[in-house]
């Protein structure tokens, strides 16, 4: 079952505001991982947050995360629409190597 | 750097065939990984390579095997292909320090078995 549970599903908003996607796990991880997915393409790294950390910064990229409810925020701010994509969120668990993947959000911003 | 590579790009089998996806990375990375993604869902690991040498299973493994030919190729094979194994086809690497690996990813192969 996927470790990861992405909200909301599907986002559209206008160029210039803000997005914000979240994301839950269930078990103990190292560290949490947002990735980004054009149509038809693979998925690309964006951010990486350590399970010791509460924030990190790239960019227009702000991830949060609260590892007593086991659950992040990715923020876009001032998004263009050439943010449109599908953004994951992926968790790398305490017990290995593996990465395991959120079904995803669908944010189309529209000029 | 040409990054991870996947061949092919596109493939249409009839139920029952054969096929192997092959992907190979230049960037001297330890880890390799086989994912399938299906319409409007995230990725899940079929199975992955950890090391040179070692294979394991992923989430779903069934119907597919693998062969990590050397540190550089891991492929993907469908010995008796099944609808159900439509799908697009990731392959990915990581260098695997521990702490902080992020995975790169390959154009993917779109399968689609008739």
């Known amino acids: 079952s996927q470790q990861g549970e992405e909200d909301p599903q599907a986002l559209s908003i206008q160029e210039g505001e803000n997005a914000t996607m979240n994301c839950s796990y269930k078990t103990s991880i190292n560290n949490l991982q947002w990735y980004r997915q054009n149509s038809g393409r693979g998925l690309v790294h964006l951010i990486l947050?350590?399970?010791?950390?509460r924030e990190k910064h790239s960019g227009r990229l702000r991830v949060t995360l609260d590892t007593s409810k086991k659950s992040s925020s990715l923020l876009i701010t001032a998004s263009r629409a050439a943010d449109t994509a599908s953004y994951f969120c992926a968790t790398e668990e305490t017990s290995g190597s593996r990465l395991t993947f959120g079904e995803g959000t669908q944010l189309t911003v529209n000029p | 750097n040409a990054g991870v590579t996947q061949t092919p790009k596109f493939q249409v089998l009839k139920t029952g065939q054969s096929m192997t996806l092959q992907c190979a990375q230049d960037?001297?990375?330890?880890?390799m990984y086989w994912y399938r993604q299906d319409p409007g869902m995230g990725l899940r690991l079929i199975y992955y390579?950890?090391?040179?040498?070692?294979?394991d299973k992923g989430e779903v493994p069934n119907g597919y095997n693998v062969s990590r030919l050397n540190k550089r190729e891991f492929s993907l094979r469908l010995e008796s292909a099944a609808p159900s194994q439509t799908s697009v086809y990731f392959c990915a690497s990581t260098r695997l320090t521990g702490g902080e690996d992020t995975q790169y990813f390959g154009p993917g192969t779109r399968l689609t078995v008739l």
């Open positions: 947050i350590r399970s010791n950390e």
């Open positions: 960037m001297n990375h330890n880890s």
């Open positions: 390579s950890a090391s040179e040498g070692t294979t």
